[in-house]
């Protein structure tokens, strides 16, 4: 199977500085990468993803980088702002065998954006 | 895109009470299905996957079992709820030979 972790486990910045999250897999198979975040009391929601034959991918103020040689994977958020409060997933896409894809998720980060 | 419900939103349960939740699916057909639990503060543990009707598989040996009666419909279900069952439930959905999973909005379920 495959064994995600991220770090760090908590975060706060100032609001409208740089944010970074990092996960690693070891899984060689895993070819792709989504990113989650969840608000308190809701269902995680997809907020970018990649896959591995992209390096990276940026979409407004949220990038994610790829490096499958060190298969590490990061989540940057520019230009924080109070709502981007909420913790982030990271997960790795990996072959469970016939059509099953199965996703393993990191523990969370629990971003706080400070006004 | 697909639209995922879960009912209900809360349930606060006696131990050893039947438990059964329920998750819809709109706008795919075919879908991969999942049940995950959240413990408070925690990650996310899949409890089961189907890829079809009646095809289920188990990850975490528990009180739960899960049945899938139609294509897009996926329930939970116990028997005898234990305390360690309190969480945040979440069904989650891939679409058609998509991999990109969505999440429904939960069932949060404490047991007393």
């Known amino acids: 199977g495959e064994n995600v972790e991220q770090h760090p486990s908590t975060l706060s910045v100032q609001e409208g500085d740089s944010a970074v999250i990092k996960c690693t897999y070891s899984d060689s198979a895993s070819n792709y990468f989504p990113w989650y975040k969840q608000e308190l009391g809701k269902g995680p929601q997809l907020i970018i993803d990649i896959r591995s034959n992209v390096g990276e991918k940026k979409d407004q103020r949220i990038a994610v980088t790829l490096n499958k040689t060190a298969k590490h994977f990061s989540l940057h958020i520019t230009e924080t702002q109070p709502e981007d409060s909420a913790v982030y997933f990271c997960?790795?896409?990996?072959?469970?065998?016939?059509?099953?894809?199965?996703?393993?998720f990191g523990s969370g980060t629990q971003l706080t954006v400070l006004p | 895109s697909q639209t995922i419900h879960q009912w209900p939103a809360t349930l606060v349960q006696p131990v050893g009470s039947p438990l059964s939740l329920e998750c819809t699916v709109e706008?795919?057909?075919?879908?991969?299905l999942y049940w995950y639990r959240q413990a408070a503060g925690r990650g996310l543990q899949l409890l089961f996957y189907?890829?079809?009707?009646?095809?289920i598989s188990s990850e975490v040996p528990q009180n739960l079992s899960a049945s899938r009666p139609q294509d897009r419909q996926f329930i939970l279900s116990s028997k005898k709820l234990l305390l360690s069952d309190s969480g945040f439930y979440l069904c989650a959905c891939t679409g058609g030979a998509g991999e990109t999973q969505y999440f429904g909005p939960g069932t949060r379920l404490l047991v007393l």
């Open positions: 189907s890829i079809g009707i009646d095809q």
């Open positions: 997960a790795a896409s990996w072959p469970r065998g016939g059509s099953a894809r199965q996703l393993t």
């Open positions: 706008g795919t057909s075919n879908p991969n």
